[in-house]
C-alpha cells in the first residue's frame, strides 16, 4: 500500500481579522464613491473636464446673478428662477454621470461582486440612484447659497437675512425635485445598457425630444389639453410644480403656463414618475442578480 505523496505548502495567505463593518458601511462607501463618480473625483483628468466646466458654468452665472442684484439693488434671478435657467445643464449633467455609475459596471460584468454578501440587490441601485441626486443637487444648490450669502452681506439688518433666508429654502426644495425626477430617469436609461455613449444618447433623447410634445398639446384647441401639456416632458414637469407651488418666486411679469386647476396633477405625476423610475430601476437590478 503506497503511501499519501501530497504536500501542504505555505505560502503566506491569511484570514481577515479585522472588524466587520457591515451592509450600512458597505452603502455608504458606494454613495460616496457615486458622488465622486460624479464628479469625476478620483479619476483621470479627462473625467474632470465636463462635469467641472459645468460646475464652473453655474457658479459664473450665480455671481453674475449676486453681482448684478449688489449694483442694481433688485434681484435680477430668483433662487427657484436659477434652477429653471439651469435645467438644460442638468440634462448634460445626468447624460454624462449616469452612465458613468451604472453603465461601467454593467459592461465590467463586476456586479455578481456588488451582489455577494452582505449587500442585498436593491442597495446598489438605491445607493447609485442617491449619489445623483446628490451631485445633481448640489450642482443647483451650491450657486444657490453662494447667491444667499452674497445678498445675506448687503442686506441690512437681521430681518432682511431672515427674509432672504425664507425664499432660500424654497429654491433649495425645487433643486431637489429637479434632482429627483431627473436621476430617477436618467439612471434608469443608463441601466439598460453597458455602453456608455448609447446610456448618454438615450438619456439626452428622452429629455429634450419630449418637449415637441409638450409643443403640439399646448396649441390643441382644447383648453384642459393645453394645461395639460406640461405633463408629457420631464422638464416641463417639474417646472409645472414649481409654478403651482411658488408663482410668485417663477413668473416675476405676472405671465406664464396657465395651469388651471391643475396643479396637483402635475405634483402627483411627479410623484408617480419619480417612484416608477426607483421601481423599474430596482426590478432592472433583480433581473441582472438573477442572471
Known amino acids: 500500500m503506497s503511501e ?6 505555505d505560502i503566506g495567505y491569511q484570514r481577515y481579522t479585522g472588524p466587520r463593518l457591515g451592509r450600512r458601511h458597505v452603502f455608504g462607501a458606494m ?8 464628479f469625476g473625483l478620483g479619476r483621470s483628468a479627462k473625467a474632470k473636464i465636463f462635469p467641472w ?23 435680477v434671478m430668483t433662487y427657484a428662477q436659477f434652477a429653471d435657467n439651469m435645467s438644460w445643464l442638468v440634462i448634460f449633467f445626468v447624460a454624462v454621470a449616469a452612465p458613468e455609475l451604472v453603465s461601467r459596471d454593467l459592461r465590467s460584468g463586476v456586479l455578481p461582486l456588488y451582489f455577494s454578501r452582505p449587500l442585498p440587490t436593491a442597495d446598489y441601485p438605491l445607493a447609485k440612484l ?11 444648490g451650491a450657486p444657490q447659497l453662494l447667491m444667499f450669502l452674497g445678498a445675506a452681506f448687503t ?3 437681521m430681518g432682511a437675512v431672515w427674509d432672504e433666508l425664507l425664499d432660500l429654502l424654497p429654491g433649495l426644495l425645487y433643486a431637489g425635485l429637479w434632482a429627483a425626477v431627473f436621476a430617477s430617469v436618467g439612471l434608469l436609461i443608463a441601466s439598460l445598457t453597458g455602453k456608455r455613449a448609447f446610456a448618454a444618447g438615450g438619456i439626452v433623447a428622452v429629455f429634450l425630444m419630449t418637449t415637441p410634445i409638450v409643443g403640439v398639446l399646448s396649441i390643441l384647441p382644447s383648453q384642459a389639453a393645453n394645461q395639460l401639456a406640461g405633463i408629457a416632458s420631464p422638464s416641463t414637469l417639474v417646472q409645472g410644480v414649481g409654478i403651482w407651488t411658488m408663482r410668485d418666486q417663477l413668473i416675476t411679469e405676472g405671465e406664464g403656463p ?7 396633477v402635475y405634483a402627483l405625476v411627479a410623484v408617480a414618475l419619480i417612484a416608477a423610475g426607483v421601481a423599474l430601476l430596482l ?4 433581473k441582472v442578480a438573477a442572471r
Not at 499519501?4 to 505548502?9: D, E, F, M, S
Not at 466646466?53 to 434681484?75: E, H, N, P
Not at 442617491?130 to 443647483?140: C, E, G, I, S, Y
Open 155 to 157: 442686506s441690512d439688518g
Open 283 to 286: 426590478a432592472r437590478y433583480r
Open 4 to 9: 499519501p505523496t501530497g504536500v501542504i505548502h
Open 31 to 38: 454613495y460616496r464613491h457615486g458622488v465622486r463618480t460624479a
Open 130 to 140: 442617491l449619489a445623483l441626486v446628490t451631485a445633481l443637487w448640489l450642482l443647483l
Open 258 to 264: 396657465d395651469l388651471g386647476s391643475f396643479g396637483p
Open 53 to 75: 466646466l459645468l460646475v464652473g458654468i453655474v457658479l459664473m452665472v450665480a455671481v453674475a446673478a449676486t453681482a448684478m442684484r449688489t449694483q442694481l439693488g433688485q434681484v
